[in-house]
């Protein structure tokens, strides 16, 4: 049995101690530079972390912007509406200024208006009144070869029973036609009215001879009473003595005038009746 243990190989021990504590130093050495990178990482994120100091001077920075820039646009908003009531305020007293001077030009116009119509009706007035010894004949005989005064003397003799002078037609023309076919008008002027009164209280035996014989009424008053005429309530309308004269259906008579409201007038006679 010695033999056998002397003979045998006796194999020398592994050395393992020297690789694994060489393994293991680079295995910490590697550890290390991976903590010192990491710690290298958070220093730097931890450098790079907002702190709250930096958050609070962060906030208060961006509040105060904000604070001035609203300061601005609101202070920029207020003179825009200051000026904004200031320019109504204006416009205000401008508009107060305006109406008060378009009050006067009514007032003005107005008056003026008044001024004018009674202008006018003074002038229907004189008119007319230098028109009241007028007569206007329809059926004379109007030649040029004829006396046109002692024709018209001898036809209203003719017919009724009423001297006239040649001293008391003052003038006597025909008018001229705008229709050829109508009769001619011829206007009387006489000296007075008197003589006047005496052909016109027989015009209706006139009118049956052939002879008619109108008043001479401005235009105005034609108009006026052709005015009447068409009113609702009116029964009649005429002149007498430079006026005309209207009557409604319950037999009101009034004297209208140019511009009075004739449908108004006669209603308010009717009531008053």
Not at 219 to 235: G, S, V
Not at 238 to 244: D, E, H, L, T, V
């Amino acid at each position: 049995m010695s033999l056998n243990t002397r003979g045998a190989t006796k194999k020398p021990p592994t050395k393992r101690g020297r690789e694994n504590s060489s393994q293991s130093e680079g295995d910490i050495s590697i550890n290390i530079e991976d903590a010192s990178e990491l710690k290298s990482k958070l220093t730097e994120m931890k450098n790079c972390m907002l702190t709250k100091e930096d958050l609070k001077s962060i906030v208060s920075d961006i509040t105060s912007s904000f604070l001035q820039t609203f300061r601005e646009e609101f202070s920029s908003i207020q003179e825009k509406l200051d000026q904004t009531l200031k320019d109504n305020e204006n416009l205000k007293e401008e508009n107060k200024k305006l109406t008060l001077e378009l009050a006067e030009i009514r007032s003005i116009n107005e008056h003026e208006k008044l001024r004018t119509d009674e202008a006018i009706r003074m002038a229907n007035y004189n008119e007319q009144y230098s028109r009241k010894n007028n007569i206007r004949v329809l059926g004379l005989q109007n030649d040029s070869d004829f006396d046109n005064k002692q024709a018209f003397i001898q036809s209203i003799q003719r017919c009724v029973d009423i001297t006239i002078k040649s001293e008391e037609i003052q003038a006597i023309h025909p008018l001229p036609a705008r229709d050829r076919n109508k009769p001619v008008i011829t206007l009387v002027k006489l000296s007075n009215t008197d003589i006047k009164r005496k052909i016109m209280m027989k015009k209706k035996q006139l009118s049956e001879k052939g002879i008619t014989c109108h008043d001479d009424i401005t235009k105005k008053n034609l108009t006026l009473m052709n005015r009447a005429k068409d009113t609702d309530i009116c029964e009649k309308a005429w002149y007498f003595n430079g006026q005309i004269y209207a009557k409604a259906v319950n037999k009101v008579k009034v004297k209208i005038d140019l511009y009075d409201d004739i449908q108004h007038k006669l209603s308010a006679a009717q009531n008053e009746k």
